[in-house]
């Protein structure tokens, strides 16, 4: 049932990609726009910009270019595949509705709310909230770990194979 996983390495790494998951989103967004705006100031901006890259210092601000792309390609990899297991939680017969609330609330929502306002939006007294909290990550885990993020891998092996 747990598809050899440890149940509380499980909880610790989704409990960790969560309470980063806000900030990542964040600097992610930073990045992409900055991405842009030297993609845009290098092929279409000002043609000193262009000659620049083109005669002066390709190799090396192609490299920069290349290495902080795949970093940011790399994030929003994760930031989707976390994205989808939260997804599949909401849609979880037994309380995910209530599990995915408090996600969006305590984590994943742009705005963060105190502990006092997620608990009076969701209209749940505290011990409920930390019991839902704990079996929502430990569920969560479970999809994350056990089944997005292995099929994710495995679509890429076999994209990886066609190529």
């Known amino acids: 049932m747990t598809m050899g996983l440890d149940a509380d390495s499980t909880y610790k790494k989704t409990d960790v ?44 601000e192609l490299d920069v270019f290349r290495r ?34 408090i996600f969006d609330l305590k984590y994943l929502n742009r705005w963060t709310y105190t502990e006092f306002e997620i608990l009076d939006m969701l209209d749940l007294e505290r011990s409920t909230y930390y019991r839902k909290k704990k079996e929502g990550t430990y569920l969560l885990g479970y999809i994350l770990f056990g089944f997005v993020m292995p099929e994710y891998i495995q679509t890429e092996k076999v994209a990886n194979m066609c190529d």
């Open 17 to 60: 990609l969560l309470k980063l998951y806000r900030k990542i989103n964040w600097c992610l967004e930073e990045s992409e726009v900055e991405l842009n705006d030297i993609t845009y100031e290098s092929c279409y901006g000002c043609s000193e910009t262009m000659s620049y890259l083109l005669n002066f210092a390709p190799e090396r």
């Open 68 to 101: 902080r792309a795949t970093a940011v390609m790399q994030t929003r990899v994760l930031i989707e595949l976390i994205d989808r297991a939260v997804m599949k939680l909401r849609d979880y017969p037994v309380g995910g509705q209530t599990y995915y609330s």
